[in-house]
């Protein structure tokens, strides 16, 4: 009989938001192979006729989904609205455990995705019916330079949950040493980075046309994360260099009108700067497979998902080199510059449209398939969770 592995996300595919928390699906998806996996995801309702808690179930992906919709409150008190959207928040979960404990049993594992309320909550399950749990971290609010990871109480309640977690998983090894130098230690760190379709996101040939090279831009346009605006810039200056390129850009998101805005200005719109907005599955992939390589300008990041996307399409990537992306991105496979460097992306622009095909498609797409499938990754989460339910039935003796 399959052990029952239950999933406790922050963020994660909604009826609002269809994109969040894509990447956690996934490492579900990837556990499924091996064993009876549940999520349960609570999200607020902002609608004024929500109910206080509604509830939805759905099977796919080989998941059972349950998604609990709170309303949100509004007293108009900023922070008695916050103290009362958490008492929903936590009573949502527990409404969610009763359910699946009524329906399945009560699960052997609890896999938290971002802290820190779902691992207090896990805490406590553990507290009350001796279930461990296991998080997968995905935050950059612990790196150098963010000021998002603040206050006594939320750190004193992280770094409690994080030590009795029994594993923890940063999907890089810079994020691990972040955690580690906020005090969240643990003495079973495993750095698991996210799963790729590598399926879908495949390799596909395609003449390209030499007198128009297309390269990619893939974000959710948060101009202040992304630097899209440096990208433009770059781009004028590069437009002035040379004539034989063009660069998509994809995606939609809280600055994407004011960087049209500003490729219209810089007269790059709809001459060597294309806006396609959001694309999804397979017009996400053939947009990847056409690329002769695709760029990022990022200020912070862990390891955006689009970088082993365009690996497993066997297509090289221009990257910032912050976060874990230089722990993937090597000489074999694209080239990593300072952040804010725009004079060193202009000339990696530059150097790539003349060298891009020099770079081994299928040696990048094995990368992918190494370090990234859902084969490999599921894997690995498998025998983390194995080792720990090893060392508690050691315990218990």
């Known amino acids: ?91 949502a979960h527990f409404k969610g455990f009763k359910l699946l404990k009524k329906e399945t049993g009560k699960p052997d594992l609890i896999h938290v995705n971002v802290l820190t309320r779902l691992g207090l909550i896990a805490g406590i399950y553990k507290m009350l019916y001796g279930v461990p749990y296991v998080i997968t971290e995905h935050w950059t609010r612990y790196l150098p330079g963010m000021d998002n990871f603040n206050g006594w109480w939320r750190k004193l309640i992280s770094r409690v949950v994080v030590r009795n977690a029994s594993a923890v998983m940063p999907v890089t090894l810079n994020l691990q040493r972040a955690m580690e130098s906020h005090g969240l230690t643990n003495m079973n760190y495993h750095v698991i980075p996210n799963v790729v379709d590598t399926e879908l996101f495949r390799p596909k040939d395609h003449i390209v046309d030499k007198a128009r090279k297309m390269f990619l831009h893939v974000s959710c346009f948060d101009d202040n994360q992304k630097n899209i605006s440096g990208i433009l810039k770059v781009l004028k200056w590069l437009a002035t260099r040379r004539q034989d390129w063009v660069c998509t850009m994809t995606g939609e998101g809280i600055h994407y009108e004011k960087l049209v805005k500003m490729a219209e200005d810089l007269q790059l719109k709809d001459k060597y700067v294309y806006f396609t907005g959001l694309k999804e599955n397979k017009d996400l992939v053939e947009l990847m497979q056409i690329a002769c390589f695709q760029v990022m300008f990022s200020r912070y990041e862990n390891l955006p998902v689009v970088i082993p996307e365009s690996f497993a399409c066997g297509v090289p990537f221009i990257s910032t080199d912050v976060g874990g992306i230089a722990e993937h991105i090597h000489k074999s496979s694209g080239i990593l510059l300072p952040s804010e460097d725009e004079d060193r992306l202009l000339d990696a622009l530059d150097y790539m449209l003349d060298h891009y095909q020099e770079y081994d498609k299928a040696a990048i797409r094995k990368y992918a398939l190494d370090h990234f499938s859902q084969e490999v990754i599921g894997n690995q989460i498998r025998d983390v969770y194995e080792d720990v339910w090893k060392l508690k039935n050691r315990k218990s003796w």
């Open 1 to 91: 009989m399959k052990k029952k592995v239950l999933f406790l996300p922050r963020w994660y595919p909604n009826r609002f938001d269809p994109m969040p928390g894509l990447f956690i699906r996934r490492h579900a998806q990837s556990v499924s192979m091996y064993f009876e996996v549940s999520v349960l995801s609570v999200h607020l309702n902002f609608e004024s006729s929500a109910s206080a808690y509604e509830i939805e179930q759905n099977q796919s992906f080989g998941i059972s989904e349950i998604c609990i919709y709170t309303r949100a409150s509004r007293t108009g008190v900023s922070t008695l609205d916050s103290l009362i959207n958490f008492f929903r928040f936590v009573r």
